[in-house]
């Protein structure tokens, strides 16, 4: 069963930190394409970054740029967001995706072609 577990969420304060961790089972993420996505309440899901397969190439939009960070460990089959300097506006449910397409475009055009999902963590900042 191919399934994608996110943990890491919580209640913060502005300019925290948190790091949230997914980790994949039933299937090997060394041929997929991995992404972090939120959604705030009355908001459409935003793309927050995502990377290659190789980790030659990521992509950040640009509200999170300089104080987020994607990273992979495909030994462990997880993905990491960590998250700096956290501000109210980052308080969203965060969800990881995979899409196994080793050409992916890492920008936002790829955004729309994950389709695996985890089940999202809940991330409050508190002003």
């Known amino acids: 069963q191919v399934q994608l577990v996110e943990s890491g969420g919580g209640l913060v304060q502005a300019g925290d930190s948190l790091r949230l961790s997914c980790v994949a089972s039933g299937f090997d993420l060394d041929y997929f394409a991995l992404g972090w996505f939120r959604q705030a309440p009355g908001k459409e899901r935003e793309g927050v970054s995502c990377i290659s397969h190789s980790e030659s190439s990521v992509y950040y939009a640009d509200s999170v740029k300089g104080r987020f960070t994607i990273s992979r460990d495909n030994a462990k089959n997880t993905v990491y967001l960590q998250m700096n300097s956290l501000k109210p506006e980052d308080t969203a449910v965060y969800y990881c995706?995979?899409?196994?397409?080793?050409?992916?475009?890492?920008?936002?055009?790829?955004?729309?072609?994950?389709?695996?999902w985890g089940q999202g963590t809940q991330v409050t900042v508190s002003s």
């Open positions: 995706a995979a899409v196994a397409n080793l050409n992916l475009e890492i920008g936002p055009g790829g955004l729309g072609a994950f389709d695996y």
